[in-house]
């Protein structure tokens, strides 16, 4: 019986992930009572004309920038606030009005797939099989899975409503916090804790950075020395303790994270931003600041690989990172090792946890030397289509379980931040048969390898994905044998040459049953190769990466 064609996926090339566009830190606010009284006031005053002024930019629509009216509504503004205010007000509306936008296109494709998901497997008869397409197993589940459809296409069609309109659906404090007041008892809070926590969600405290004003910004000056001073709005003026309507508070603000960053900014005037915020769950005050940070130019992987660095490949699952160090020639270094990552309990503690993993692995990559490759990971398609791509039964449940529960964005955002200031260069990947093949080729030779701790599959697929990084192919050259005793500790190689490193060189000894030129093998140990360095194609005869 002839082998089923089977269609593989094209491998996206790796790319280098960019650096983060900038930086925020914070720092805690001890407030007195006259101050935190001021400052509520303040944000109440701001916050309702903030509220206003997005009602303002929803009815205009899904329009030009040119056309959002944002001049006419700054000098609205302007008369119950300040211009600096305004210019704070009308673009945080901005830019809410266009985060909305691209959350309901998001939710329109996802739909969309969930919808053509379930259509396609319709069309074809309960217990049947049409192609790579199954239909549901009775009558019973297609009959829920109309139903399902229905569902989705009112969900649907509303997006598209939305969308064509302009009019996305925003809850100033969250919508999260909206629900929360229809079910108290299931909370444990009750009306008046939790219009608190609404009321604190709601203040706007936020002033934008201006290169060449004091201190970086004017509304909200915060000095060398740690002072803090905020311009006081018109109506509220009379609170002033400072000329011209400025209220100093009494506390003093010292930034721990990245101080020499801040103070170069505000020693400079270089546009810094602030925002203030209140946690009424701890009954707290903070305030941010966060700046734009200068574009840095990070090295491709070709020049990566092509300067002999290292690489320290990377898989995410859901309770540990595997982790396996991989040399420029694609081949395991070391022992694998395993960080274990506990993402249960509240939001902060689940990030604090994802956070102290990463840390473990940027000293990791700094003790090794090596930069990190992970896998592009993005769930989007297999959440919005769940059941019906991702398998059937209580195995695909756990796995779909699994899929959903994977820190997949905010791993690949605190790795980026936090290894861009450690100076290490973060390598994506092509997720696509790493996990598959790096157990087939590479999880025996790793086990010989290892002289300690346990091996699993997704420690070869750390090898694969770091492998992909280098330019290689996941899979292990055929015929290459192990080391014998005498050469030392044995190595899990996926090619025996090296990089050659001059024009018409000899090229070191090939064990015997390596690949030559395409099918042939060196017969006897005693047969050199030559070949010019000028073949940089990788999977050429006698380039290093001619795997398989």
């Not at 000056?221 to 002033?240: C, K, M, N, Y």
């Not at 990971?377 to 297999?382: E, G, I």
Request: charged letters at 30%.
């Amino acid at each position: 019986m002839a082998a089923r064609n089977r269609r593989f996926r094209t491998i996206a090339p790796p790319f280098t992930v960019a650096p983060p566009d900038g930086a925020r830190i914070r720092d805690r606010l001890r407030l007195s009572t006259a101050d935190e009284n001021v400052l509520t006031l303040v944000g109440q005053h701001l916050g309702s004309h903030a509220r206003q002024d997005l009602v303002d930019r929803i009815r205009i629509g899904d329009v030009p920038v040119k056309q959002n009216q944002r001049a006419r509504r700054k000098r609205k503004l302007t008369s119950v606030a300040s211009s600096r205010w305004a210019g704070a007000i009308t673009r945080t509306s901005e830019d809410q009005f266009q985060l909305a936008m691209r959350c309901l296109r998001d939710e329109r494709a996802s739909l969309r797939r969930a919808v053509n998901a379930i259509r396609r497997r319709l069309k074809v008869a309960c217990g049947e099989r049409r192609g790579r397409m199954r239909g549901y197993a009775d009558r019973s589940e297609r009959w829920q899975k109309q139903r399902r459809l229905a569902l989705l296409e009112s969900r649907l069609t509303e997006v598209e409503s939305r969308i064509d309109h302009g009019r996305p659906a925003i809850v100033v404090g969250g919508r999260r916090l909206v629900k929360v007041r229809h079910s108290l008892d299931d909370e444990g809070l009750n009306e008046e804790r939790w219009r608190e926590r609404w009321d604190a969600a709601r203040l706007f405290l936020t002033a934008d950075g201006e290169s060449g004003a004091s201190c970086g910004n004017y509304t909200i000056t915060i000095t060398a020395g740690g002072e803090v001073a905020i311009v006081l709005p018109e109506s509220l003026r009379h609170l002033a303790n400072s000329p011209r309507g400025r209220y100093c508070l009494s506390c003093r603000v010292t930034f721990h994270n990245r101080r020499e960053e801040w103070l170069d900014r505000v020693e400079a005037n270089r546009a810094v931003r602030y925002d203030i915020t209140r946690d009424p769950v701890r009954g707290r005050w903070y305030v941010d600041a966060s700046w734009s940070t200068d574009k840095a130019e990070l090295p491709a992987p070709a020049e990566l690989i092509d300067a002999g660095a290292s690489l320290l490949g990377v898989d995410l699952n859901a309770d540990h990172l595997a982790v396996c160090v991989v040399d420029s020639y694609g081949n395991p270094v070391g022992q694998p090792y395993t960080i274990d990552v506990d993402l249960t309990g509240s939001t902060t503690t689940r990030d604090g946890r994802l956070r102290h993993a990463v840390t473990a692995l940027i000293r990791l990559a700094r003790q090794h030397g090596c930069g990190i490759a992970v896998e592009n990971l993005n769930f989007a398609n297999a959440r919005s289509s769940g059941r019906e791509t991702l398998g059937r039964g209580r195995r695909a449940k756990r796995f779909r379980r699994t899929v959903c529960t994977l820190p997949t964005g905010r791993f690949r955002e605190r790795l980026r931040g936090m290894a861009f200031h450690a100076g290490l260069v973060v390598i994506a990947v092509d997720p696509a048969y790493t996990s598959r093949w790096g157990a087939q080729h590479w999880k025996p030779p790793l086990k010989e390898q290892a002289t300690t701790g346990t091996v699993t599959r997704h420690h070869a697929a750390a090898v694969a994905i770091a492998r992909r990084a280098c330019g290689y192919g996941l899979r292990r050259r055929p015929g290459v044998i192990a080391h014998h005793r005498s050469d030392g500790e044995r190595r899990a190689t996926g090619q025996a040459a090296i990089r050659a490193k001059g024009v018409w060189t000899v090229g070191p000894p090939r064990t015997t049953g390596s690949l030559i030129r395409g099918c042939e093998t060196r017969a006897r140990r005693g047969e050199e190769l030559t070949f010019p360095t000028s073949t940089t194609v990788r999977g050429v005869t006698g380039h290093p990466s001619g795997s398989t």
